[in-house]
């Protein structure tokens, strides 16, 4: 059984048709062809295809694709504005946080759900976000790291806003 | 030694692609007319295949072909020619591929594996090399006989024992005689994954033009690309092989392993370009499974500490095919000394059929098994002796003037093993235990020392090709791997170093293509820095050299008169009389258009010199490079939930020059977690039919965020002779000493031996348990 459906996703408004047995993860690399979110599991445990729907980290190896209509979806790519990146990329990139970086674009958008809707979030819920994602490289500690400098450029960023 | 590029910490060249989602990994690649395979693998650990039946399978919807083993002549393998791309009349192990469904899409070639039926008649099935030793044992491979390999080796055919290496040093054995206290221990590393987070992935086109394309997530393109050429009898220049970016390796992406299956299903559709990528639970299943060596050892020493005999015995469970894991297992035997002189020596290593997935490489390489055992024993003999275990061990450490067991001569520039364990000793021992015991926690320090040569090959070499641009800027080709370890930026800032030109005017890509970068054995054995380094600094220096040659026509003069400064070639004599590098890079072009000199542009490589072959005694220039290091372990033991929290771990590696601290920190965190990974959680577990119970990551478990200890890292810096710069190999040392330690700790913090891996809350609630009754009785 096919369907079509029709959603945003970094910013571009699309229409596709997908089977019902597809998963959002489905959709995004083999419809749309975004092959920046990553598959490193069979059953919902590595975070590296988490992606944001709705403003939420969601992962979409076990999302139905039929959960995308009407939703606003924002993956890897869809980040940076034109040459500019976004602060979390920026931050991961320099902290050490990038080996072999499969992991890398999970992360990401998990920081950037919390810290985009929560700028003074904790450390323990930073720590509860990134518990949710194995990195086999870097030992985690430049992930930390890299997400806490990531905080502090989006609190500026917001300061210089206001 | 100070630097003007070395030591600082440079982003990463692939930092901004790999964090905008732009890195292109194996399963990112889509070609025109791109097929999908699916493959089967058997109900059976060990069993003949009666027979298959593939006719409900042709049927299903986007099927394209389904193949089979069937009429399968090679083998394949660059140690022992024992593998098949496909099971033909038996299959081996869980993981094997029986057959293999070829459609338009992945999930109509899943679909139709269903309908594929097969009749195995089932064999008995062995996990444990000791049992597949037995003599009544059914063989695994009957014609092993017939093999290839390697001179080096060393097959019992009519046995499932796929090789035996045995080394003597002194006396052999004999040397216990000189001993006054003998110690003896049987220690356990058990089997794990690599489990790097992208699983492996190939895909293969075999062309109208008769040449054959492959892309693999693999760290060895050379051997694949040879390999492949044999196996279908087509000129090695005719098969050509890409890697994309690496989602990780740890050693499971090397040696060919899934990419001959690939091309044997792909050799059904020629014209069609077909992909395959594993699973998870295939990655675990399937590909190369890692350690599986038991490690008896026994250590004879002197009352007042100096160590005399060592006998080791290493069985290797080495799985269904061998070819990986021979040259694990030597390394496992004669490294098994650790760090420390004995005199003599009597160290055998068997590798020996099993039915498990074939085991191979694990970052290490034969150096965690048998060192989990050696630092186990330092610290057991030290209790035995009634000594300091630190001053044990320094009475023994290899240093200047002592021999290894490969008979190889230690010099100072080896690096300092005794300075590594001093200032480990001084972080984590310098002050007195807080305290041993409170109401929730025991407490527990340990450490262990170890060393790391790499693992190398008589045609080991790295290649480097390089050209100056118009600019001055640089492009470098390296034919290494980089699979995370972030080699790129050490070619750049290396390059920058040896060509005196900033690291942002050097540019390097991750993708190798065997058309177009220079050889490369394969980058494996933490030898890139140095011998990549080394290939780097020799092209660098061929470079500049041709740069003279043309810019002492221009200036009329001698070469050897001449200067080079990244930017100008002048006169030794007057630095005013110059011209600069932008106008000698295409040939010097003059006013009137006629150009002189060559293209500023260089090829060299760089091999481990004087590395041998192991002569009858087992001995030779095997390990040419070390590195040394010690590592250390505070830990907090639940009294209620047996669970172990380490809480800080603290690493110290001669590793010659840091080349980026930030990088090398990157290096050392990631190898700790992995070591805490197998010291504490991780073993892929069998049952008796040889089935794999625990193939994903929610069953495998690999250390998570907030499992990951607070780390102090340090480094000395003792130049290495043969490294660039005077860097020396660390990529795999991290893990080394991790399970030693925390097992060391446990002692300390609980008084109990362990003598295998993983040390998991339930065995400590057991020890406190039996402990406890202990005291009861
Ligand atoms: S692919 Fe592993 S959690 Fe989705
Ligand atoms: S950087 Fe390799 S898995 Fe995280």
Same mark, same amino acid.
């Given at each position: 059984m096919t369907e079509k459906i029709s959603f945003t996703i970094n910013?571009?408004? &699309?229409?596709?048709?997908?089977?019902?047995?597809?998963?959002?993860?489905?959709?995004?690399r083999d419809v749309l062809d975004l092959t920046g979110t990553k598959r490193g599991c069979d059953n919902a445990t590595c975070g590296t295809c988490v992606i944001v729907m709705n403003g939420k980290a969601v992962k979409s190896c076990n999302t139905p694709a039929s959960?995308?209509? %009407?939703?606003?979806?924002?993956?890897?790519?869809?980040?940076?504005?034109?040459?500019?990146?976004?602060?979390?990329?920026?931050?991961? $990139?320099? =902290?050490?946080?990038?080996?072999?970086?499969?992991?890398?674009?999970?992360?990401?958008?998990?920081?950037? $759900?919390?810290?985009?809707?929560?700028?003074? @979030? +904790?450390?323990?819920?930073? =720590?509860?976000?990134?518990?949710?994602?194995?990195?086999?490289?870097?030992?985690?500690?430049?992930? &930390?790291?890299? @997400?806490?400098?990531?905080?502090?450029?989006? *609190?500026e960023r917001m300061t210089e806003k206001a | 030694?100070?630097? !003007?590029?070395?030591? !600082?910490?440079y982003i990463r060249p692939d930092a901004i692609n790999k964090v905008t989602g732009k890195a292109v990994f194996l399963d990112d690649i889509r070609l025109p007319g791109m097929l999908h395979a699916a493959i089967l693998r058997p109900k059976y650990a060990h069993a003949r295949i009666l027979s298959i039946d593939t006719s409900e399978a042709e049927k299903c919807p986007g099927v394209v072909k389904v193949v089979t083993g069937k009429g399968c002549t090679y083998r394949y393998g660059d140690n022992i020619r024992d593998l098949v791309p496909m099971a033909i009349d038996k299959v081996r192990h869980i993981g094997e591929p029986v057959a293999a469904v070829i459609a338009d899409t992945p999930r109509h070639a899943y679909a139709a594996l269903d309908k594929i039926k097969v009749e195995y008649d089932p064999l008995p099935v062995y996990i444990d090399a000791r049992q597949a030793m037995s003599e009544d044992a059914v063989l695994i491979h009957e014609e092993l006989g017939e093999y290839w390999h390697l001179p080096t080796l060393n097959p019992k055919p009519g046995t499932n024992i796929a090789n035996v290496y045995h080394l003597k040093k002194g006396r052999g054995e004999e040397g216990f005689e000189e001993a006054d206290v003998i110690i003896e221990g049987e220690f356990n590393y058990p089997f794990g994954s690599c489990a790097a987070l992208e699983p492996h992935g190939s895909i293969v086109w075999f062309k109208e033009d008769r040449t054959i394309e492959i892309w693999s997530s693999s760290i060895c393109p050379f051997i694949i690309r040879d390999d492949i050429a044999h196996s279908y009898g087509v000129p090695v220049s005719d098969v050509r092989v890409h890697i994309p970016d690496i989602g990780g390796c740890f050693g499971y992406k090397s040696d060919i392993t899934v990419e001959?299956?690939? @091309?044997?299903?792909?050799?059904?559709?020629?014209?069609?370009?077909?992909?395959?990528?594993? =699973? &998870? !639970?295939?990655?675990?299943? +399937?590909?190369?499974? $890692?350690?599986?060596?038991?490690?008896?050892?026994?250590?004879?020493?002197? *009352?007042?500490?100096?160590?005399?005999?060592?006998?080791?015995?290493?069985?290797? +469970? %080495?799985?269904?095919?061998?070819?990986?894991?021979?040259?694990?297992?030597?390394?496992?035997?004669?490294?098994?000394? %650790?760090?420390?002189?004995?005199e003599h020596c009597d160290l055998t290593g068997y590798t020996v059929y099993t039915n498990t997935p074939p085991v191979g490489a694990f970052r290490g390489y034969g150096h965690p098994e048998p060192q989990f055992a050696t630092e186990r024993m330092m610290d057991m003999l030290a209790r035995k002796l009634n000594m300091d275990p630190f001053e044990l061990r320094r009475k023994n450490y290899l240093r200047e003037g002592s021999t290894n067991s490969l008979g190889e001569r230690m010099w100072k520039s080896n690096g300092d093993m005794q300075a590594c364990a001093e200032r480990v000793q001084q972080i984590v021992f310098g002050k007195p235990k807080e305290k041993q015991e409170d109401d929730q926690f025991y407490y527990g320090r340990g450490f262990a020392a170890l060393m790391k040569s790499p693992k190398g090959a008589p045609f080991s070499t790295k290649g480097c090709y390089m050209k100056m641009n118009i600019d001055g800027s640089v492009s470098v080709n390296m034919g290494g791997a980089e699979v995370g370890q972030g080699l790129r930026t050490v070619v750049r800032q290396i390059a920058a170093e040896a060509l005196k030109i900033p690291p942002e005017k050097v540019r390097c890509y991750n993708e190798i293509d065997t058309q177009f970068s220079p050889y490369e054995w394969q980058t494996i054995g933490s030898m890139f820095t140095m011998q990549g380094g080394r290939a780097i600094v020799r092209a660098a220096e061929k470079l500049i050299q041709g740069l003279k040659k043309t810019a002492a026509q221009v200036l009329r003069t001698d070469e050897d008169y001449l200067e080079y400064d990244g930017e100008y070639v002048y006169l030794r004599s007057d630095p005013s009389i110059r011209v600069p590098v932008t106008q000698l890079a295409r040939g010097y072009i003059t006013d009137n258009g006629i150009t002189i000199g060559d293209l500023a542009q260089s090829v060299a490589d760089a091999r481990l010199p004087r590395y041998s072959n192991p002569d009858q005694n087992g001995q030779g220039n095997l390990g040419v490079t070390y590195t040394f290091g010690a590592q250390a372990a505070e830990i907090r033991i639940e009294k209620k939930t047996g669970r172990i929290y380490v809480d800080h771990f603290a690493s110290v590696f001669d590793v010659g020059q840091v080349i980026n601290p930030i990088q090398i920190r990157g290096t050392v965190l990631g190898g700790v977690l992995m070591g805490l990974g197998a010291a504490l959680y991780e073993e892929v577990k069998f049952d008796e039919e040889g089935r794999i119970l625990n193939p994903h990551y929610f069953q495998y478990h690999i250390p998570t965020y907030k499992e990951a200890p607070q780390q102090t890292i340090e480094f000395i810096e003792t130049p290495d002779p043969i490294g660039a710069f005077g860097a020396r190999g660390i990529g795999e040392h991290p893990v080394i000493g991790v399970p030693p330690a925390i097992l060391n700790a446990i002692y300390d913090a609980i008084g109990v031996d362990f003598y295998e891996i993983p040390v998991t809350p339930e065995k400590i609630k057991q020890a406190l348990e039996a402990r406890t009754e202990k005291e009861y009785a």
């Open positions: 910013g571009e408004y &699309r229409s596709v048709e997908i089977d019902e047995e597809m998963m959002v993860i489905d959709v995004i959960k995308m209509q %009407g939703a606003n979806i924002l993956t890897i790519e869809g980040l940076a504005k034109g040459m500019e990146l976004h602060p979390i990329q920026k931050a991961i $990139a320099e =902290s050490g946080a990038v080996q072999c970086g499969f992991c890398t674009p999970g992360i990401v958008m998990e920081l950037h $759900a919390l810290l985009e809707s929560k700028p003074d @979030a +904790s450390e323990t819920e930073l =720590s509860n976000a990134l518990n949710k994602h194995l990195c086999r490289c870097t030992g985690y500690e430049p992930i &930390r790291d890299g @997400a806490l400098i990531a905080q502090q450029l989006i *609190r | 030694m100070a630097y !003007k590029y070395l030591g !600082k910490s001959q299956t690939i @091309a044997w299903i792909a050799s059904f559709v020629p014209g069609r370009p077909v992909k395959w990528v594993a =699973s &998870r !639970k295939e990655d675990i299943t +399937s590909t190369l499974l $890692a350690h599986g060596i038991r490690t008896v050892m026994k250590i004879g020493a002197k *009352r007042d500490g100096k160590l005399v005999a060592l006998k080791t015995t290493v069985y290797h +469970s %080495g799985g269904a095919y061998s070819d990986t894991a021979v040259n694990v297992t030597i390394a496992a035997t004669h490294n098994s000394t %650790g760090p420390y002189e004995f």
